[in-house]
């Protein structure tokens, strides 16, 4: 705990008190000229000084509202810098963090996509070779063009494809239009697309993972680990302006509660008469 005191000399105002002062109320006897003596000067010495208060409070709402909208700002704002940094760089990490994982997501899904897409004799997944298959071992029959310059997905009718998954006992997925999100789910997830992948050699036992599939699938799992770390560090935002918010709050109203000014007049005892003069004690707490 410390204490200052400041004298504001400059500010000083002088009460004098001496003989003159009550000479009119002198009555001759002692112990009624001494309680008039005493009241008179109880009188000065109490008088209300009217000095200006210290207006140096900080408004927990204001700065609560800077730390929801920039954390550690509101800290700043109370006088709280190493609150105010750890918020801040918290937060700039945070956004980094989400930022780059998103870019990670993205690239690693350019990445199995183009894998699925490039399509040959050996590569990718053909939604002609799930047809076929289809048609071979579930007595099927499918119409595929064969136009070998389209891309596989041109080559056969989805709502004839859909038809017939629908009726195959044991299918439980209906494959989604190539490009969205669901096709490239699909095909590295339930074991029913296991025949479109290029190294399937399972025969009528669509149930057998070939190695493409489990690559396949790998990549898919790397693209949704790093999007679910770039979605925990968006929630670590949000959560960061909130805490932000509530410690600015706090910060302010401790700011306030350390800072107590007090101001009273002080005496100075003479022979003849008595000195008053203004000091002002500031009182912080650590």
């Known amino acids: 705990m410390k204490k200052i005191i400041i004298l504001?000399?400059?500010?000083?105002?002088?009460?004098?008190?001496s003989q003159e002062n009550v000479q009119s109320n002198?009555?001759?006897?002692?112990?009624?000229?001494?309680?008039?003596?005493?009241?008179?000067?109880?009188?000065?010495?109490?008088?209300?000084?009217?000095?200006?208060?210290?207006?140096?409070?900080?408004?927990?709402?204001?700065?609560?509202?800077?730390?929801?909208?920039?954390?550690?700002?509101?800290?700043?704002?109370?006088?709280?810098y190493w609150k105010a940094a750890i918020f801040g760089v918290l937060e700039a990490g945070l956004i980094t963090a989400a930022i780059v994982y998103n870019n990670k997501g993205d690239s690693k899904t350019d990445e199995f996509e183009n894998y699925a897409d490039n399509v040959s004799d050996n590569s990718g997944w053909s939604v002609v070779r799930y047809a076929q298959w289809i048609n071979q071992y579930k007595d099927k029959n499918i119409q595929i063009n064969p136009d070998q310059n389209l891309k596989p997905w041109q080559r056969v009718s989805w709502e004839?494809?859909?038809?017939?998954?629908?009726?195959?006992?044991?299918f439980s997925h209906t494959l989604a239009p190539h490009g969205e999100q669901q096709y490239y789910e699909m095909i590295g997830k339930y074991h029913q697309f296991s025949p479109g992948w290029w190294d399937f050699n399972g025969g009528s036992n669509n149930s057998e993972i070939s190695p493409a599939f489990r690559y396949y699938s790998g990549l898919r799992g790397d693209a949704n680990n790093f999007y679910n770390l770039s979605t925990a560090a968006v929630i670590g935002i949000y959560i960061n302006h909130f805490l932000s918010g509530l410690d600015a709050v706090w910060s302010a109203v401790q700011f306030n509660k350390n800072l107590a000014v007090k101001v009273r007049m002080d005496s100075y005892q003479l022979t003849d008469k008595t000195e008053f003069f203004p000091a002002v004690y500031l009182k912080y707490n650590l």
């Open 26 to 80: 002198i009555s001759g006897n002692l112990a009624f000229d001494a309680k008039i003596i005493l009241q008179e000067y109880q009188s000065v010495e109490t008088a209300p000084l009217n000095l200006q208060q210290s207006s140096d409070k900080k408004s927990p709402i204001l700065a609560g509202l800077f730390s929801v909208l920039v954390p550690g700002s509101g800290e700043l704002y109370a006088d709280e």
């Open 8 to 17: 504001l000399m400059f500010l000083s105002v002088n009460f004098s008190y």
């Open 160 to 170: 004839e494809l859909n038809s017939v998954e629908r009726e195959i006992q044991g």
